[in-house]
């Protein structure tokens, strides 16, 4: 009986892990090498580099420091494919990322497919500390599978060709809910992930917080409303900035959506496209979303605000989740899907925060400063990898990944 416990949550593990190593290389089908080469601008990476990186962080956290006699596939990749692990010693350079020609696709394949035959040789016998590595590592490889497609999303967009990279559901899909409030509670609540279960270290400890009395919109903002606060004004309006925010539109000379192309289209994975004005606003920075919220006389919630809103909504609407690595986007009214939710919470520490010993505790808790948490998902996060306490997070200028707003107020 024992022995049976033991498989059939191995065997489980197992299945995600392989479905997971298939799902990324099922993304990078339609890419050619050259495509999976460029690095559209430093803080996005190649495609190609997201397939190997995701199977260095198996290779090293895994196979090298719990599979005795693993032989490295090749010692470079140490050097190209860490990617911010200090206790790993030195790396190639973020930003040059976009030089490495070789390996060649193939060749980081074939990466990919050594490390995938020595995990499945090595699982049986995998202590239980590796196998929390390996529940780690594919919910890492999944985060790489959403930055896998915004990375490739703007490296398209920089090819006047307009190249498509998957088809995208009809317009129309989209659900036009008239704006409405919901009350959110006021008083003592709990947020972030319990005991059990996979969450990132920075989502626990559960803890309570008090929340101020407020509401909270049925539904996230759409591109209609975004094309009003356009017409209004709102990128030549000082007053509905932030500081550093009005800063930033002047020197990077925003005024619009970031894929936005003229006043009817933009640049999607399906190439261009009209804008379908009911759709959620997408790719939006923390500065836009804040501006758009002070401008409609609301503001942005706080993580708090969301999280507690997401677990009194409706179960069924709150485990809507996105299609796996999909550019299929979900109806518009869920909360999970679609776009990321900018929040005004900074990403910082949960109280009796703790990281876990080793390389590994360098995931999330050393970016803790200057970034704001999105909460939610979007139309191409991986199916199931979000939750209620999952905290997503950039820094106030990025706009490349599927980030929108939901609006709140105060009560
Ligand atoms: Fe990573």
């Not at 299945?15 to 993304?27: I, M, P, Q, V």
């Not at 356009?230 to 539109?249: C, N, Q």
Request: with cysteine; proline share 8%; aromatic share 12%.
């Amino acid at each position: 009986m024992a022995t049976q416990a033991r498989l059939t949550p191995l065997g489980d593990l197992a299945s995600r892990l392989f479905a997971t190593r298939r799902l990324a290389l099922d993304l990078a089908e339609p890419l050619s090498d050259a495509d999976a080469t460029i690095q559209p601008f430093p803080d996005a990476s190649p495609a190609k580099w997201h397939l190997a990186h995701t199977t260095w962080f198996f290779e090293t956290f895994v196979l090298r420091d719990h599979a005795p006699g693993y032989r490295a596939f090749d010692e470079h990749n140490a050097f190209l494919f860490n990617s911010y692990y200090e206790a790993e010693g030195p790396r190639h350079s973020r930003p040059r990322r976009g030089m490495l020609s070789r390996p060649s696709l193939d060749e980081v394949r074939a990466y990919r497919a050594h490390v995938d035959e020595a995990l499945e040789r090595v699982l049986p016998a995998l202590p239980p500390g590796a196998l929390d590595l390996i529940e780690l590592g594919i919910n890492h490889e999944q985060q790489h599978q959403e930055l896998f497609l915004t990375d490739i999303l703007a490296t398209f967009a920089e090819n006047p060709l307009e190249p498509a990279y998957g088809e995208l559901p009809p317009p129309g899909c989209f659900a036009v809910e008239p704006l409405s409030w919901h009350g959110g509670r006021e008083g003592i609540v709990e947020i972030g992930a319990g005991d059990t279960g996979f969450a990132f270290d920075s989502e626990r400890p559960r803890h309570r917080v008090f929340l101020s009395g407020h509401e909270i919109a049925n539904r996230r903002a759409t591109n209609e409303e975004w094309r009003e606060f356009i017409a209004d004004g709102g990128y030549r309006t000082p007053t509905l900035w932030l500081s550093e925010g009005w800063d930033w539109v002047q020197r990077e000379q925003v005024s619009a959506p970031l894929y936005w192309r003229g006043d009817e289209s933009e640049f999607t994975l399906g190439g261009l496209r009209e804008i379908d004005w009911a759709a959620p606003v997408a790719h939006v920075s923390y500065y836009e979303a804040d501006a758009f919220a002070r401008w409609g006389g609301a503001r942005l919630p706080t993580e708090a605000e969301w999280e507690d809103f997401a677990a009194s909504a409706d179960p069924a609407l709150g485990n809507q989740l996105s299609q796996p690595g999909a550019v299929v986007p979900s109806p518009g009214g869920g909360v999970f899907g679609d776009v990321w939710e900018w929040t005004q919470s900074a990403f910082a520490s949960y109280p009796g925060f703790a990281p876990p010993a080793g390389a590994v505790g360098e995931y999330n808790g050393k970016f803790m400063c200057g970034q704001f948490v999105l909460k939610g998902a979007s139309c191409a996060t991986p199916l199931g990898h979000s939750r209620a306490s999952y905290r997503n997070f950039f820094p106030p200028h990025a706009r490349w990944q599927f980030t929108g707003v939901r609006l709140a107020r105060d009560a």
